[in-house]
């Protein structure tokens, strides 16, 4: 999938695109990067329509003044094919 399309969309509405598994790993690493308030990053495998691909996932807690969370970035960067391994 292009990039272009996956750009400000909701993790939630990739449950049609992968596994529930896979999202729930994920979702539990969003809920470690919260309760910790860090940055984390780690390694996962992402399968659809009996493709895996890999990726390094970087998740960024974004606080306000307030110590409030204003915003959650996730970026994935697809290693797929690369010397990286998940």
């Not at 695109?17 to 999202?23: H, P, Q, R």
């Not at 910790?36 to 990053?41: G, R, Y």
């Given at each position: 999938m292009e990039?272009?399309?996956l750009i400000g969309k909701?993790?939630?509405?990739?449950?049609?695109?992968?596994n529930e598994e896979g999202i729930k790993q994920i979702n539990r690493q969003?809920?470690?990067a919260i309760?910790?308030?860090k940055v984390l990053n780690f390694?996962?495998?992402f399968t659809s329509?009996?493709?895996?691909?890999?990726?390094?996932?970087?998740i960024?807690?974004?606080l306000s003044g307030k110590d409030e969370y204003e915003n959650i970035l996730l970026?994935?960067?697809?290693?797929?094919?690369?010397?990286q391994r998940c």
């Amino acid at each position: 999938m292009e990039a272009n399309r996956l750009i400000g969309k909701s993790l939630f509405k990739f449950k049609r695109l992968y596994n529930e598994e896979g999202i729930k790993q994920i979702n539990r690493q969003f809920l470690q990067a919260i309760k910790n308030k860090k940055v984390l990053n780690f390694y996962q495998n992402f399968t659809s329509e009996g493709e895996t691909k890999n990726f390094f996932i970087t998740i960024i807690p974004e606080l306000s003044g307030k110590d409030e969370y204003e915003n959650i970035l996730l970026i994935a960067r697809d290693i797929t094919g690369t010397s990286q391994r998940c």
